[in-house]
Nanobody, 121 residues
Framework: VQLVESGGGSVQAGGSLRLSCAQSGYRIDGHCMGWFRQRPNKEREKVATIDRYGTTVYRDSVKGRFTISQDSAKRTLFLQMNSLKPEDTGMYYC????????????????WGQGTQVNVSS
């Protein structure tokens, strides 16, 4: 599966961005998918996931501000980011497929190239 992210950019604190992740190749509809980010000088962290049933999970720091979703064909993954904060700055990646419990599987999870998000104060 190939994943291509888009939608990053530079915004002021309080602004919004919508990230997209287009999938091609092998269909992975029945798997968990997610967004991750790597902030400056930080380890990669999971931001949000959505499983095959549409159940979503968010890291605490983005709850109430970010929304993960898919299009009806489940070929595009989105991350709507509102009320952005400077600490949201980083490279954002989509990843799929994840395990049934929405964790990265080193041998099978594919990653996009990432899209940069910069939030200024």
């Amino acid at each position: 599966v190939q994943l291509v992210e888009s939608g990053g950019g530079s915004v002021q604190a309080g602004g919004s961005l919508r990230l997209s992740c287009a999938q091609s190749g092998y269909r992975i509809d029945g798997h968990c998918m997610g967004w991750f980010r790597q902030r400056p000088n930080k380890e990669r962290e999971k931001v949000a996931t959505i499983d095959r049933y549409g159940t979503t999970v968010y890291r605490d720091s983005v709850k109430g501000r970010f929304t993960i979703s898919q299009d009806s064909a489940k070929r595009t993954l989105f991350l709507q980011m509102n009320s952005l904060k400077p600490e949201d700055t980083g490279m954002y990646y989509c990843a799929a497929p994840l395990s049934p419990i929405c964790t990265v599987v080193d041998d099978t999870t594919s990653w996009g190239q990432g899209t940069q998000v910069n939030v200024s104060s």
